[in-house]
C-alpha cells in the first residue's frame, strides 16, 4: 500500500513539475527565396543600331538641311565608367532644304558623319547617364556639290540596361562654327543629330 502510495506521488509530482517548466518558445520558419537582380554588363565590346534625325543649320539667311537617317556604332567599354565608341550616321533619304520661302527635297542629297568619341558613363541599376567627346567629319551633299568638314564633337545620353540589351537615346553636336568648308560664308553653321537606339553588349 505505501510502496502505491510513494508511486502515485512520484507520478503526480512529475506532472505538476513538467507542466510547471518552462517551455521554449519555438519560432516558425519563414522561408524568403533569395531575387536575384540581373548583373549589367559594364565590360567589353558592344554594338549598336539607331534612328536618326539630322539637321544642318546656318543662320544668314535663315536655312535648315534635314535628314533621317540610320547610325551604327560600336564600342568597347573599358571600365564602369568609361568606354570608347565609334559611330557612323547618315541620311536615307534625300535631303529636306527649308528656307523662309523655300520647302524641298535636294535629289540625290545625303548628310552623313563618321566620328570616333569617349564616352564617359554612370549608371545605377538598369539607368545610366553618358557623355560624348570626341572628333569626326560632317559631310554634306546638296545633289551638286559635297562639303565636308572636321573637328570636335560633343554630346550627351541616357539609357536603360535589361541583360546585355542597352536601349538608348542622345543628342550630339556635330559642328558649331562659322562657314562650312567655303559652303556658307561668313554665316554660323550647326550642324546635330538626335538618335535613339539599342545596343548589344557582347
Request: aromatic residues 12%.
Amino acid at each position: 500500500m505505501n510502496i502505491k502510495l510513494s508511486l502515485s506521488a512520484l507520478l503526480l509530482s512529475t506532472t505538476i513539475a513538467m507542466a510547471g517548466g518552462d517551455l521554449a518558445e519555438v519560432e516558425p520558419k519563414i522561408n524568403i527565396p533569395e531575387i536575384k537582380i540581373p548583373e549589367v554588363s559594364t565590360s567589353g565590346f558592344y554594338a549598336g543600331l539607331g534612328y536618326s534625325c539630322m539637321q544642318l543649320m546656318t543662320d544668314t539667311p535663315d536655312e535648315e538641311f534635314m535628314g533621317n537617317g540610320i547610325s551604327v556604332n560600336v564600342g568597347y567599354n573599358v571600365n564602369p565608367f568609361l568606354a570608347v565608341e565609334a559611330r557612323y550616321t547618315r541620311s536615307l533619304d534625300d535631303i529636306n532644304y527649308k528656307t523662309w520661302n523655300i520647302d524641298e527635297d535636294m535629289e540625290d542629297s545625303s548628310l552623313s558623319n563618321t566620328a570616333i568619341y569617349l564616352k564617359p558613363q554612370f549608371a545605377i541599376g538598369g539607368f545610366g547617364m553618358y557623355g560624348l567627346v570626341g572628333y569626326g567629319q560632317t559631310k554634306l551633299d546638296n545633289g551638286i556639290d559635297t562639303f565636308t568638314e572636321n573637328g570636335f564633337q560633343y554630346g550627351i545620353g541616357t539609357n536603360f540596361t535589361v541583360m546585355d540589351t542597352e536601349f538608348f537615346v542622345d543628342y550630339r553636336r556635330l559642328y558649331d562654327a562659322d562657314d562650312f568648308d567655303g559652303g556658307a560664308q561668313g554665316q554660323d553653321v550647326a550642324t546635330n543629330s538626335f538618335t535613339l537606339g539599342v545596343n548589344y553588349n557582347f
